[in-house]
């Protein structure tokens, strides 16, 4: 499963790309507005450091702005995905994007069938918000669950990105489910690696090896 990190924070993603664990980013308004950067200059110094996909969404919401701001953020690298909402007019935006080979993130997916008209609209990724859904009540693992089997059905290439994932246990059920790709924070991705028994093994190894007076292999 691909992991991409949820962030505008380049700091946030420079400082986690050592391992090679880090396949790409995704953004949204939200988080750039939170990072206090421009959109374009902010979005190019991540694809700088990223060579993976990097979605930027759009703030238009009608088709005609989107395809024009879809365009301009493509522009910016070759490794840009243009982000749009799951609406009507994104959906058309999708398909103008698709048939131009240019990559698209179709995000706030809330449904099954929202996601089965993304696959048709030809995105490249469709963003079901697990988080979101559980806040409203529902079962967001579910969903994913549903849209990964709808996919197989039909075999859509679409590729299944979980967004909206709050803690490891997220990120292990859609890794269980089938999703192609998940993406989180970096205050999750940290936490993935994390486990107290592995803490308290490792412990126990250095301290029977301290034990027998030796430095570190000798
Ligand atoms: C990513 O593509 C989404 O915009 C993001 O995961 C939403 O997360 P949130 O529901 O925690 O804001």
Request: aromatic share 6%; proline share 4%.
């Amino acid at each position: 499963m691909q992991i991409f990190l949820d962030t505008a924070e380049i700091e946030d993603i420079r400082s986690r790309l050592d391992a090679g664990l880090v396949d790409g980013v995704t953004t949204n308004p939200s988080l750039i507005a939170k990072a206090g950067a421009g959109i374009f200059e902010r979005v190019a110094e991540i694809c700088d450091a990223v060579d993976g996909p990097v979605s930027a969404e759009v703030v238009a919401t009608e088709v005609g702005g989107m395809v024009e701001e879809g365009k301009r953020l493509a522009a910016i690298a070759p490794n840009v995905v243009v982000k749009l909402p799951l609406t009507a007019q994104g959906l058309i935006a999708c398909r103008t994007f698709a048939e131009a080979g240019i990559q698209t993130n179709v995000t706030l997916c809330f449904s099954v069938n929202q996601a089965l008209l993304a696959a048709k609209a030809g995105a490249s990724y469709v963003s079901p918000f697990v988080g979101r859904v559980e806040d409203a009540g529902g079962d967001g693992i579910g969903l994913l669950a549903d849209i990964r089997q709808v996919y197989d059905n039909f075999g859509y290439e679409t590729e299944i990105l979980a967004a909206s994932l709050r803690g490891p246990a997220h990120v292990e059920a859609a890794a269980s489910v089938g999703c192609d790709a998940a993406t989180i924070p970096p205050k999750v991705f940290d936490q993935m690696v994390a486990h107290p028994l592995t803490d308290k093994g490792l412990a126990t190894f250095l301290k029977d090896w301290e034990s027998t007076g030796r430095t570190g292999l000798d």
